[in-house]
């Protein structure tokens, strides 16, 4: 992981926490290990098995190939869910308490905020929520919708990567 934002990334004053979603536009070695169901024998059923990928998303039979995408993110935040719920067998905890120790467990370390990104916050805190110049704006913003506004930081990673080990322990800790 770099700890950059991909471009296809969401950001804006609503994003609670974020994690991984791979990035390959740099070189296959970024994106998220997987295989696309394809080694799967019912899936050949009446077509002829390629001898190579098919492309950057669809694995060869049995391989596995490297992918992007915020869909990957979400599986990667449900599991560390899963995990602090199996933590937690009494279900002593409540939702709300679980996604407040989700997001007091994330973290800035590692996360970095592109010069591009800079400049888009800078933009956006400068004219504020509603418009860019002419145009309206229909991201929320976070930056003069609440009464604090967001830093830079929380604006594109809300309150930060995702932290298993620590939201597992924290759960472990009550």
């Known amino acids: ?84 719920k199996g933590e937690d067998p009494k279900r002593r905890l409540s939702r709300e308490e679980m996604v407040s120790i989700l997001k007091k467990t994330a973290t800035y370390d590692g996360l970095n905020l592109s010069s591009s990104d800079m400049n888009r916050y800078r933009l956006q805190k400068e004219v504020g929520f509603g418009t860019v110049g002419d145009a309206p704006v229909s991201r929320p913003s976070g930056i003069f919708a609440k009464a604090k506004p967001v830093s830079a930081q929380e604006y594109f990673f809300g309150k930060g990567l995702v932290n298993a080990d620590a939201a597992v322990e924290s759960v472990r800790q009550r």
Not at 12 to 17: A, N, Q, R, S, Y
Not at 38 to 67: H, R
């Open 1 to 84: 992981m770099t700890g950059n934002r991909t471009f296809y990334s969401s950001y804006g004053g609503g994003l609670d926490v974020v994690a991984p979603g791979g990035e390959i536009q740099n070189g296959m070695s970024g994106g998220i290990l997987t295989t696309g169901g394809t080694w799967l024998d019912g899936f050949w059923q009446g077509i002829t098995v390629p001898d190579n990928s098919w492309g950057l998303a669809l694995d060869p039979v049995g391989k596995y190939v490297q992918v992007q995408g915020t869909s990957f993110s979400a599986p990667i935040v449900s599991g560390v869910m899963a995990l602090m």
